[in-house]
């Protein structure tokens, strides 16, 4: 079943007389479950994709459907609530809020969806333990080195149990063994939780994970590769 | 609820930033309000000794009488008046004269002067006539002496003890002449005062102008100026023409103009005040909100929306100004309490012109409210104002461009 369906996405800056396609014409579908990374070299296009299809930049044409939604068609309050219920995000540079604790920062999501208390307690207990920092559920993103936030920022992109999760080069401000850890725990999470996830990476090690394999170059789709990993 | 923890949390995310631009409101209100309850402080004093030196902080007297102030303008005081008047919670006093003009003589030399008759009791409980008394003794209601202001006895050349013929006309064009006994002698703070002043009892005036009960006005007091306002507007609602009644601002419109220009004056000192602080906020803001364009980025990717940043942002802003605003006022108050409790004395040249001017002294401070909420009121709008910029910014601030940031 597709969770999300791409047609002929396109991209255009407007930078002066040039004009730049970023994204051009991308149809492509991503199904529940799926473990994706989206390589290719800078500038190929792969971050410019990845907003799009995470509600965060508007395309010039084309459209992102996810879960019989048609997303660019939503105003923009809407797209907001839509983001905060069914796309996770982690970012490269982390990018918790640095005045709230851990179970803070995962809390704070669905504090925004409306969920009672009792239910937030539980879930930010069991995502932070999930992985694997149960025990700095009161500390400040300060406090946590860059993998332990990193792991914040994946138990907070799972709390509002979305339909997939967006990860922009999660791994290229993280230590090697940083990187393995958390490239096991996203991928205990998507088998545990039949979570979507879509990577844009340069990171081998990623893409050594990744069960589908999507290249991008010049805002085209160059390969569209499957593979059966454990 | 949790978006204004997040608030309060981002202030203190760089405590010395917000210790000092809280601290600039905090030394603008205190200053302000320092300022302002001096110069409340010396207006009050200003009025006081306006009203309580002579014209009261009422007077009610004939319309007639306003345009022509004549012995034939004067007024029998009948029960409806006297009624409206002992009725009035708010007057705390009242006193009755008669005055006009006379010739005083004495045995060769004549002067202008004027006469005023009064109820020596009530006129002492209104004006502390008794204090102005140098010679002599003050008036009793069964006296029929005079009390002569200095320099007109001086140049009369009289004294305590001695007659002065008063003559001139009485009302409705009657003869008025009579010999007094000078009982004291007067010496205002008011050299004008001193030059034409006689004072005697009401019945006596009433005598020598052949004005049998009738009185040129009522003198009123109230507790204080803040007290002024709902009597006026009492008594100009009951009492009906041919009387009129008349607060010491219309009677004295002078005394109102220099108020206002003194206090114009402080506004434009503390305008400039609150000019400088608002921008010393702004400055901060403006910081906060550019140095945390990637946060704000994120917030609103994952879900928080722009309306609820806005919030965050505005309590951000509002912060300061509380936390500023509440200090500057609970170090103020005392401080203003102090000095309203122990008046700053003065020294020198400014003394001696105060106290030849018939006025005490000493600086004055205030402890009206409105001295102190002013300031609240005023750090409130700045704050308000200034929030405009982060809560604009937040509904403006480009997504992807702020998460590259």
Redesign the interface.
Known sequence: MNVIEIKSLTKIYNGGEVKVKAVNGIDINFKQGEFTAVVGPSGSGKTTFL?ML?G??RPTSGEVIIGGVNVWGLS??QL??F???NIG?V?Q?Y?L????TAG?NVE??M???GKPKKERDLRTKELLEAVGIGDRIKSRPSKLSGGQQQRVAVA?ALA?KPEFILADEPTANLDSSSTTSLLELMSQMNKKFNTTFIFATHDQRVMDKARRIVTIEDGKILSDEYFDRE | M?LII?AW??LW?KPWRTVITSGSIFFGVLLSAFMTSMQYGSYESMISNVVKFYSGYLQLFTEEYHENKTINNTFILNDSIKSILDNEKGITHYTKRLEYFSLASSDEITKGSVIIGVDPSGENEVTGLKKWVKEGTYLDNNSNGVLVATDLAKYLQVGVGDTIVLYGQGYHGVMAAGVYPIKGILKFPSPELNKQFIYMTLNESQELFSAQNRLSSIVIMVEDNYHLPPVLKNLKREIKSPYMIRSWAELQPELVQMIDGDRAGGYFMKSLLYIIITFGILGTILMMVSERK??LG?????????S?LSIILFFETLFIGIIGAITGLAVSIPICYYYFKNPIPLTGDAASTMVNMGIEPFMYFSMQPDVFYTQAFIVFIITILISIYPVVKSYTLG??SS?RA
């Open positions: 907003n995470g965060l930049d923009s309050r907001i609530d983001r905060m219920n995000f970012f540079s990018n809020i640095p005045v709230l803070e704070f999501i504090q925004l969806q907070r509002s | 949790k997040i949390r981002n995310r990637r946060e994120v917030m609103i990717a994952i879900g928080l929306q722009r609820k997504l992807t998460l």
